[in-house]
């Protein structure tokens, strides 16, 4: 067993908010998908990741320094304990929260998605957020938005960026890493959402992105999407208003002569 203090660059000391800062500072450094570097490094990632996980949990802080601090306990019993397997034993909001991002971090992402999917569909309703701090929350939403994208859940996906997008409009966390999570909202809005998911659920997320500080092109093109969609729905007139105003921002938008006809020359 290594000095998992030493892997966290802590002293035995540390407080449990100094052990979460220094763990969330070195992961940037080694995820791939957070790393901004070509030293990615996954052996060193999961090394520090299963230091956090002992040193963050109260019985598996005592039990390490117990037997590796102190020397009062083997090797064997640290060894038998799977966090995992204890997470899956609760079926609590907040356990099952982190096991999500416990399986993201792990190669589990099926499992992560399945779990989020459940939990999102129970009666109680789940919010990912309420679990986890604000930047740990941006970091596991992130991951997760994109595990969702990529198994074609394109709204759960994009109501998770829209969150992630709020939170670093009012104060940046990402930095220079923001234009991959606007990239990904913006493929979901223009390019995925319409006609792969019903018209009213894919007019709520255009609604919504109205609000997230897009472009004026990029509103536009959400307004004729907008448009498409109330005609779709035989609201006429706001499918006119929708298309005017896309006009409006972006006047030389390309637009479908009968569509223009149906809806602007009238």
Known sequence: MKDCYKILGVPPSASAAEIKRSFRQK?????????????????????????????????????????????????????????????????????????????????????AVEEYRARRNSPEGFTLAAWFSREDFMDCGFILAEELFLRGDYYESFLLLAEIIRLERERPYFHHFFPEVINLARDLLKNRLAYSVCDELALD??????????????????????????????????????????????PVMPVPRQMRKRLVEV
């Not at 791939?32 to 990615?40: E, K």
Request: proline share 1%; hydrophobic share 35%; aromatic share 12%.
């Open 27 to 111: 992961a940037k450094l080694l995820h791939p998908d957070l790393a901004d570097t070509g030293s990615r490094d996954r052996d060193a990632f999961q090394e520090l990741l299963k230091a956090y996980e002992i040193l963050s949990d109260v019985q598996q802080r005592r039990a390490f320094d117990s037997s590796y601090m102190m020397g009062r306990q083997s090797r064997s019993t640290e060894e038998k304990f799977d966090y995992r397997m204890w997470l899956l034993s609760r079926n609590d909001d907040k356990n099952r929260a982190i096991l999500i991002f416990f399986d993201l971090l792990h190669d589990r992402e099926d499992d």
């Open 205 to 250: 997320s255009w609604e919504t992105a109205l609000d997230l500080g897009f472009s004026r092109k990029d509103e536009a093109f959400f307004f004729r999407r907008m448009a498409e969609a109330y005609e779709r729905l035989g609201d006429q007139y706001t499918a006119s208003v929708c298309l005017k105003e896309a006009l409006r921002l972006d």
